[in-house]
């Protein structure tokens, strides 16, 4: 199995503070990876290092087996950096057509390109001009226009409106599949992320929370949702681990072997149960508990 | 890779019409408009035709060409390569370039480009100097001469080259200035105040000791003026070759330990921020 991207005990230090810290992460080549977690966790320096921008305080980071910067592995790699900025004398197509002059593509299809991120209309205007969105279109088609093996997309959809993020995401998810683009995306959006990513991984103070499919994330973090009365008997029996959900029902964090015994020590208690049933967490849901597990929401 | 570089950064600077103009022609724009109204004034001065003083074509272009890189032409040079050196800086956009082409390369087509761009600047200079005697020729009634010191194309190439040399002198620290302080307007500032520096020190230190000396021939502006002075003489009659030699090795040096340096520097530096 190739590998797209891998970190061994990175470190990147910034005064006191260590993000990413000590990471160790290998995202294998082919489909679409989430990289998640609250602002300073270390997402955006973990793509910097990959991409040479920023040196490693310590560890190593390799695209494609080569060490980070490597200009061979770098050259297979298309990338969009936060929100990207331009240089406000060039228009859309100029700013392509420089690229493609610094990356040595002769045969780009720029106007193509433009087209399909939606900037035919303003291909030809200058970038200062040009809103949010406008710029992330731009940076989309700059990170896919020299058709790279690997894209690496940081927040590809923030300051879009809800048809741009559709448009987007329904790119990434195309190029993906049916061109075998690897695309590596972090974003804050987490529905965006539940949608066209195979596989996440949540980083928190720059160190692994979770990481693994977001089918198995999703399905591994089920709570009994009990509609019992009194509820406040119920969240007495669960202590720390219940948390109401509404006035007559509980959410209890337990585990499927844990249940009966539950359920025993509530009817002897005297509370009255009307329905008992398993509930899948969203990614949202995983995220956050997995945070707070962390210690860092 | 280093080719493709140069095309991306020519591109760009052919784009930036603001740099192009303010950078590498407004200087030799002035300098036009200044000679010519000298002619209008010593014409109306004179309050006659100036028939008794030719105009030396090669003269007038090869003090242009000395001039060139003076603190006025300095000044709007530093601006044109500091926009080149450090726009990335200021418009964040390292972060697109970096990923596609090594950053010595990167750098070093900045510096190449920014070269480009002053022999441009030196040639529009022969060019409107040129012009300048002509229309200024015309106005005062004075005669043109091709060349009233003997001097011809061959003194002009070696005016250029060395003005050139000087110039990237100023650009190199230009580009240390750039990369260490980020800002075009370091890079504008420094070159500004070395390159008025190094006039008042030479001038100082020829007022303790008229010959040339290490002292004097370490001031890239001293070096350049004594082998403008000695290409622009023709056979190089009366000049001795041992400073001139040294003043050549040290505008190269001086060009040469500073663009390292400043590539050096990129090489390492951490572009968290640009």
Known sequence: ?297 | MFANAIAAERFRLLRDRGTLFWGFCFAPLVGFFLSVAGEVFLRNLAKKPLTGMPLDLVGQVMKALGDGASLFPALFLAIGAAAILAGDYRWETWRLLTPRNSRLHLLGAKLVVVGEAILWNLVLTIVLSLLASVIGASISGRSLTASASGAGLAQIAGVLAITWLEAMTLVSLAAVIAVVARSPMGAVVAVVVVRFAQSILAVGLQGLDPEPNWKTLAIPGYSADLLRGFVSAPNHAGLETGPVGVALIVLLAWTAVLATGAILLFQRQDLTRE
């Open chain 1, 1 to 297: 199995m190739t590998i797209a991207l891998e970190a061994s005990g990175l470190v990147k230090t910034y005064g006191a503070v260590r993000a990413p810290d000590d990471l160790s992460l290998a995202i294998p080549a082919g489909g679409v990876f989430g990289v998640l977690g609250p602002n300073g966790a270390g997402k955006s320096t973990l793509f910097r290092i990959a991409l040479g921008l920023v040196r490693p305080t310590s560890g190593t980071a390799q695209l494609f087996g080569a060490p980070a910067g490597d200009m061979a592995a770098l050259r297979k790699v298309g990338a969009m950096i936060e929100t990207p900025r331009y240089p406000p004398y060039l228009t859309a197509r100029d700013t392509l057509t420089m690229l493609a002059l610094e990356s040595g593509v002769r045969n780009a299809d720029i106007g193509g390109w433009l087209e399909r991120v939606g900037l035919s209309q303003a291909a030809d205007r200058p970038t200062n001009g040009f809103s949010v969105g406008m710029k992330q279109r731009l940076g989309l088609a700059a990170a896919f226009f020299t058709r790279p093996e690997l894209v690496i997309l940081d927040e590809p959809t923030s300051g879009m409106d809800p048809a741009g993020i559709q448009e987007i995401r329904a790119l990434i998810v195309d190029l993906a599949q049916k061109e075998g683009v690897t695309v590596i995306l972090a974003s804050h959006q987490l529905d965006e992320v539940k949608r066209v990513c195979d596989r996440v991984v949540i980083l928190s103070k720059g160190k692994i929370a979770a990481e693994g499919a977001v089918d198995t994330l999703t399905a591994s973090q089920v709570r009994l949702r009990l509609v019992a009365s009194p509820v406040a008997q119920v969240l007495a029996v669960l202590g720390d681990k219940g948390e109401a959900d509404g006035p007559d029902a509980v959410l209890a964090d337990i585990s499927r072997t844990e249940a009966p015994a539950l359920i025993k020590a509530l009817v002897e208690a005297g509370v009255e149960i009307t329905e008992a049933r398993w509930r899948e967490a969203d990614l949202e849901g995983v995220y956050l508990k997995t945070l707070k597990t962390a210690g860092a929401a």
